[in-house]
């Protein structure tokens, strides 16, 4: 939990649950967005449900030489 947090202000993440931290040939970091309330682009209500859930994978300056 403590290296969670560490992580997060470190890279300067609010608002998000990292899920897992792989340290291989380069640092994997996997979160996920705190879910909240926002309006449906398609019906224009607002909701609660996450309608899509994808892997995006984001290619960062070198972090600690890796």
């Given amino acids: 939990m403590h ?5 997060k202000n470190l ?3 609010k608002d998000v649950i990292i899920t897992k931290v792989l340290d291989n040939v380069c640092y994997e970091i996997y979160l996920e967005m705190k879910k909240k309330p926002h309006t449906c682009p398609r019906c224009n209500s607002e909701t609660r449900r996450v309608h899509d859930y994808r892997i995006q994978r984001v290619k960062h300056l070198p972090f ?3």
Avoid: Q
């Fill in 64 to 66: 600690f030489l890796k």
């Fill in 3 to 7: 290296t969670n947090n560490c992580i």
């Fill in 11 to 13: 890279l300067g993440f």
